[in-house]
């Protein structure tokens, strides 16, 4: 994965947007329950990416969140990474 890419760039940054909305959706006691299960469903797909392109949507992800004008989406970019398993524990 090229994180180069104009459609590797653009595919993220809509995958992004879509899990900060689902994740929103989501009230302190963990509803809506289908919301919950999308957003598992995210982070058991990245598991499934190699290293490399967990590192590579990481560093994508990290792209965003640096040019990132809202303090709100910035900060859920800045969680993003390790919120959905992209990073490893080690680090």
């Known amino acids: 994965m090229n994180g180069d890419d104009s459609l590797v760039q653009a595919l993220t940054k809509l995958l992004v947007e879509l899990t900060r909305f689902i994740d929103s959706t989501i009230d302190e006691d963990g509803e809506p329950r289908a919301a919950a299960k999308q957003l598992d469903f995210v982070a ?26 809202s303090a709100e989406r910035r900060e859920f970019l800045d969680a993003f990474a390790e919120d959905f398993g992209l990073t490893d524990d080690a680090e």
Do not use: H, N, W
């Not at 797909?45 to 990132?68: G, K, M, N, Y």
């Open 44 to 69: 058991g797909t990245f598991d499934r990416l190699t290293p490399d392109q967990r590192s590579s949507l990481a560093q994508i992800v990290q792209q965003l969140a640096a040019t990132e004008p």
